[in-house]
């Protein structure tokens, strides 16, 4: 299994501002995702972070909104751009190794936007 | 396309009572299942998972599931549950097997084990 680690674990930022979120990975792993859980819902996925070229965007996330970074196999970061409340949630990076056919998750960013 | 319903969205229990959280997909291809927990405040951890082989799939903390094709179902199994898993239960879907691609979540089911 891989471990997976998130900073920060939590901020409140004001509306209008930016948040870079960094996933870093304690192997090297062949695939990484970001997540998005709004309060009280399901995850919903926001885009797959490709290494060393653009990260692949499901539909109604654009890269304008959330660019994405992924410089190595084990390091990744999301940033949140503009933010408005609405983008308050938690932020949730995954990934999965080579071979496996299993997501593991990192703890998570709780964003709280005022 | 897949897509996963979780139909119970809260799920009161007693502790050591058994337990039974439902799980339906639906699918145009073969699949891979999995169960995550999510404990309050926390990021999901992986409960079990499907991908070939025996149906009964057993993981941690003595849950288990079991797949069933011809019902596209993977509920989620406990015969006596613990205070302590108490919390967010999701199941998910990914087709298979080709690579690994994107999970499909479920809407969620909040088991509440009470004394």
């Known amino acids: 299994s891989a471990v997976i680690s998130q900073k920060p674990s939590r901020d409140i930022c004001q509306r209008g501002t930016s948040l870079t979120i960094q996933c870093q990975v304690d192997s090297q792993v062949t695939m990484m995702f970001w997540y998005r859980q709004q309060p009280g819902q399901s995850l919903t996925l926001i885009a797959t972070?490709?290494?060393?070229?653009?990260?692949?965007?499901e539909s109604g996330f654009v890269i304008d909104k959330f660019p994405i970074s992924r410089p190595n196999l084990t390091f990744s970061t999301l940033t949140v751009s503009n933010m408005s409340p609405e983008d308050s949630s938690i932020y949730l990076c995954?990934?999965?190794?080579?071979?496996?056919?299993?997501?593991?998750f990192g703890p998570g960013t709780r964003l709280t936007v005022l | 396309a897949q897509s996963v319903t979780q139909l119970d969205s809260q799920v009161p229990v007693f502790e050591e009572a058994p337990v039974e959280l439902r799980c339906n997909y639906s699918s145009s291809v073969s699949v891979y299942l999995f169960w995550y927990v999510q404990y309050p405040n926390q990021g999901l951890q992986l409960l079990l998972k499907?991908?070939?082989?025996?149906?009964l799939v057993k993981g941690i903390n003595g849950f288990e599931a079991e797949f069933n094709k011809s019902q596209t179902s993977f509920h989620l199994r406990k015969p006596s549950v613990h205070i302590s898993d108490t919390a967010e239960y999701f199941c998910a879907v990914s087709p298979s097997p080709a690579g690994f691609q994107k999970l499909v979540f479920g809407t969620g089911t909040r088991l509440l084990v009470s004394p």
């Open positions: 995954s990934a999965t190794g080579a071979g496996t056919d299993t997501q593991y």
């Open positions: 972070a490709n290494q060393g070229s653009e990260a692949t965007y």
């Open positions: 499907y991908l070939s082989g025996s149906t």
